[in-house]
C-alpha cells in the first residue's frame, strides 16, 4: 500500500508498505448445559502470527530530508511474531428465580517477538535495530451476579479483571 502523507505534488513524506501476514488459531471448548440451574464451559486457545515488513519512507524536499541529513530513504524492515496459548472457564448458576451466578476465569501466556530495524539504505548505515522477545502472561476473570426482571431486560453487577498483552513498535526507529 501507498500513502502519500502531506498530499503535495513534491515528495515530502510518503511510505510504500510491502507487508506479508500470516496467521494460525484454533480453540476447544466443551460445555456442559442440561437445561438445569447451573452450567459450564472450559476450552483452550492456540495463535501463532507473523508479519513480515518492508517499509520504504520517501523524502525529496522539506523538513524529514533535512532530518535524515539530506539522504531520500529510510527503510524499516523486520519480522514481528506472536505466540500465544490460552485456556477459560465459565460456570453460571441460577441460584434464584430469575437471579444467576457468573464465574469466570483465564489464563493467558504470551509470546511476542522482534527482529529488525530501521536502515538508510543510501549509505548502508543502521538508525536502530533490534531482536527482542517478551513473554506476557496473566490470570483474569469476572464474578457476578445476573438478575433478569423479564425476558428483555437484563441487569448485572460485575468485578472483572482484564489482561491485554504488550506489543512492540514497528514504526520507524530512530534511537
Same mark, same amino acid.
Given at each position: 500500500?501507498?500513502?502519500?502523507?502531506?498530499?503535495?505534488?513534491?515528495?515530502?513524506?510518503? =511510505?510504500?508498505? @510491502?507487508?506479508? =501476514?500470516?496467521?494460525?488459531?484454533?480453540?476447544?471448548?466443551?460445555?456442559?448445559? %442440561?437445561?438445569?440451574?447451573?452450567?459450564?464451559? =472450559?476450552?483452550?486457545? @492456540?495463535?501463532?502470527?507473523?508479519?513480515?515488513?518492508?517499509?520504504?519512507?520517501?523524502?525529496?524536499?522539506?523538513?524529514?530530508? %533535512?532530518?535524515?541529513?539530506?539522504?531520500?530513504?529510510?527503510?524499516?524492515? @523486520?519480522?514481528?511474531?506472536?505466540?500465544? =496459548?490460552?485456556?477459560?472457564?465459565?460456570?453460571?448458576?441460577?441460584?434464584?428465580?430469575?437471579?444467576?451466578?457468573?464465574?469466570?476465569?483465564?489464563?493467558?501466556?504470551?509470546?511476542?517477538?522482534?527482529?529488525?530495524?530501521? @536502515?538508510?539504505?543510501?549509505?548502508?548505515?543502521?538508525?536502530?535495530?533490534?531482536?527482542?522477545?517478551?513473554?506476557?502472561?496473566?490470570?483474569?476473570?469476572?464474578?457476578? !451476579?445476573?438478575?433478569?426482571?423479564?425476558?428483555?431486560?437484563? !441487569?448485572?453487577?460485575? !468485578?472483572?479483571?482484564?489482561?491485554?498483552?504488550?506489543?512492540?513498535?514497528?514504526?520507524?526507529?530512530?534511537?
Amino acid at each position: 500500500r501507498y500513502i502519500d502523507q502531506d498530499a503535495l505534488p513534491e515528495v515530502q513524506q510518503e =511510505i510504500q508498505y @510491502y507487508s506479508t =501476514i500470516e496467521a494460525w488459531s484454533q480453540e476447544f471448548r466443551l460445555n456442559h448445559d %442440561a437445561g438445569g440451574d447451573f452450567t459450564w464451559l =472450559i476450552g483452550a486457545n @492456540y495463535a501463532e502470527d507473523t508479519l513480515d515488513e518492508d517499509t520504504l519512507l520517501l523524502t525529496d524536499t522539506g523538513l524529514l530530508r %533535512a532530518t535524515l541529513g539530506g539522504l531520500t530513504r529510510a527503510q524499516q524492515l @523486520y519480522i514481528q511474531s506472536t505466540e500465544a =496459548i490460552a485456556v477459560f472457564g465459565r460456570s453460571d448458576w441460577a441460584f434464584a428465580d430469575q437471579l444467576n451466578l457468573v464465574l469466570e476465569a483465564r489464563y493467558t501466556n504470551e509470546k511476542k517477538s522482534l527482529d529488525g530495524g530501521t @536502515y538508510l539504505p543510501q549509505v548502508g548505515a543502521t538508525l536502530a535495530e533490534t531482536d527482542d522477545s517478551t513473554t506476557y502472561e496473566a490470570l483474569s476473570g469476572k464474578v457476578g !451476579v445476573e438478575y433478569t426482571p423479564t425476558d428483555d431486560a437484563l !441487569v448485572e453487577a460485575l !468485578v472483572s479483571q482484564g489482561f491485554k498483552y504488550g506489543g512492540e513498535l514497528g514504526g520507524f526507529a530512530t534511537n
